[in-house]
């Protein structure tokens, strides 16, 4: 199992760039694989009711995951990857009390985790715990960008996946019919309604 590592936590970019490239991988996936099961990304634009949270996740099927969550104090996540941490409710009260909506949420199961990593909007550095580890598994999705991105998903998918219309996507969070007809022929907008709607806000 590929663990698509970096080596640094600040490999990590912005949190506005770690957004939207989460938005990207959400919106691809959900072109390419129309059937959410079998999908890696996820992205709602609209995880509280006052909607001024955001959540992303990853999963690959093997018990790998992380979820993101963004809000007015920053961004924060959890990672688990092959093993959970013995002492996860103790680097879980580290985390800064401003995530506190974070840090109260069932769905991200947080007691399963091998590391978090969070980042505050006036900060200049992620941070992460436990801070000993010699790399971050399955961060370098929001790091790899589109052509990290494509050649996964190409290997994964098992298909051919036109490389700079996918780029075109993934960096304008857009998408018109012949780009559409391009990444999978087989689908319709009225297919994707749903799916934009929850990772962009719209129908477009």
């Known amino acids: 199992m590929m663990s698509n590592e970096i080596q640094k936590i600040n490999d990590l970019p912005s949190i506005t760039e770690i957004r939207k490239r989460s938005q990207g991988l959400a919106l691809l996936d959900a072109i390419i694989m129309p059937e959410w ?65 974070f840090k109260n949420e069932t769905a991200f199961k947080l007691d399963d ?4 990593f969070w980042r505050v909007n006036e900060g200049k ?8 580890l010699s ?37 304008s969070l857009n998408i018109d019919p012949q780009q559409l007809a391009t990444l999978n022929p087989d689908i319709t907008f009225e297919d994707l309604g749903n799916d934009l709607a929850q990772i962009l806000g719209s129908s477009q």
């Open 113 to 116: 985790t091998t590391f978090y």
């Open 135 to 171: 790399s971050y598994a399955l961060l370098g999705f929001l790091v790899g960008g589109d052509a990290y991105y494509h050649s996964w998903a190409e290997s994964y998918y098992e298909k051919n996946i036109d490389a700079e219309v996918l780029k075109e996507v993934f960096i």
């Open 37 to 101: 099961e079998y999908r890696y990304f996820s992205f709602n634009c609209k995880w509280d009711e006052g909607g001024s949270e955001m959540m992303a996740s990853m999963r690959d099927g093997s018990g790998g995951e992380y979820f993101l969550h963004f809000s007015g104090s920053g961004a924060v996540g959890k990672v688990l990857f092959e093993q959970s941490v013995d002492d996860a409710s103790l680097l879980l009260s580290r985390v800064p009390d401003c995530f506190s909506s």
């Open 125 to 132: 550095e992620w941070s992460a715990l436990p801070n000993n």
